[in-house]
T-cell receptor
Framework: GAGVSQTPSNKVTEKGKYVELRCDPI?????LYWYRQSLGQGPEFLIY????????DSGLPNDRFFAVRPEGSVSTLKIQRTERGDSAVYLC???????????????FGPGTRLTVT | AQSVTQPDIHITVSEGASLELRCNYS??????LFWYVQSPGQGLQLLLK??????LVQGIKGFEAEFKRSQSSFNLRKPSVHWSDAAEYFC????????????FGTGTQLKVEL
């Protein structure tokens, strides 16, 4: 079946611009996660959705970052007033398990490489 | 707060040799533990996971890992490495009941010499 998909695969933007990154999770997966992977680092947690609501946004670095999942499926990560330090690969993952009793297996998309010039 | 340490940034092994990648974690209770592999331009692929029970876990592609609570370790092993195993390997710990968000190590880059 189809895995997690992310669009665009690459995004180049100028400093100060607004960007949106999209994630299509595996159909039926209730949990959706965003991570950010900087060069030479492991992925870092940004935000987690259970259904439509953001259950944990503790990893968002500041208020320029925002994410939504209005219908409990597709999610969009939004970055305002981009800075060069935002350049990274943004990974999305989905999981069929909920908060209670879940076993945390996450399936990752290929990522969106964001470059801020 | 949970954390993961992968002490080896780069490892080079000969094809056919055995492999062990180290992972140490910090977590207040029994963790969920994972190993993922990432090839250039690819997403993260789950190799194996530990939730509970048998501490020796078998995964895909001939990999296994052993959970050692006393050492806070979850080392990844393979008895005979193939050239196609060259990639970056990430160990991760998941928070039980906390949405299962993952904390990753910085990764180990594996090079395989033919």
């Amino acid at each position: 079946g189809a895995g997690v998909s992310q669009t665009p695969s690459n995004k180049v933007t100028e400093k100060g611009k607004y960007v949106e990154l999209r994630c299509d999770p595996i159909s039926g997966h209730t949990a959706l996660y965003w991570y950010r992977q900087s060069l030479g680092q492991g992925p870092e947690f940004l935000i987690y959705f259970q259904g439509t609501g953001a259950a944990d946004d503790s990893g968002l670095p500041n208020d320029r970052f925002f994410a939504v999942r209005p219908e409990g499926s597709v999610s969009t990560l939004k970055i305002q007033r981009t800075e060069r330090g935002d350049s990274a690969v943004y990974l999305c993952a989905s999981s069929p398990y909920g908060v209670a009793g879940g076993q945390g297996e996450q399936y990752f998309g290929p990522g969106t490489r964001l470059t801020v010039t | 707060a949970q954390s993961v340490t992968q002490p080896d940034i780069h490892i080079t092994v000969s094809e056919g040799a055995s492999l062990e990648l180290r992972c140490n974690y910090s977590y207040g209770a029994t963790p969920y533990l994972f190993w993922y592999v990432q090839s250039p331009g690819q997403g993260l692929q789950l190799l194996l996971k530990y939730f509970s029970g048998d501490t020796l876990v078998q995964g895909i592609k001939g990999f296994e890992a052993e959970f050692k609570r006393s050492q806070s370790s979850f080392n990844l092993r393979k008895p005979s490495v193939h050239w196609s195993d060259a990639a970056e390997y990430f160990c991760a710990v998941g928070a039980r009941g906390g949405g299962n968000k993952l904390t990753f190590g910085t990764g180990t880059q594996l090079k395989v010499e033919l």
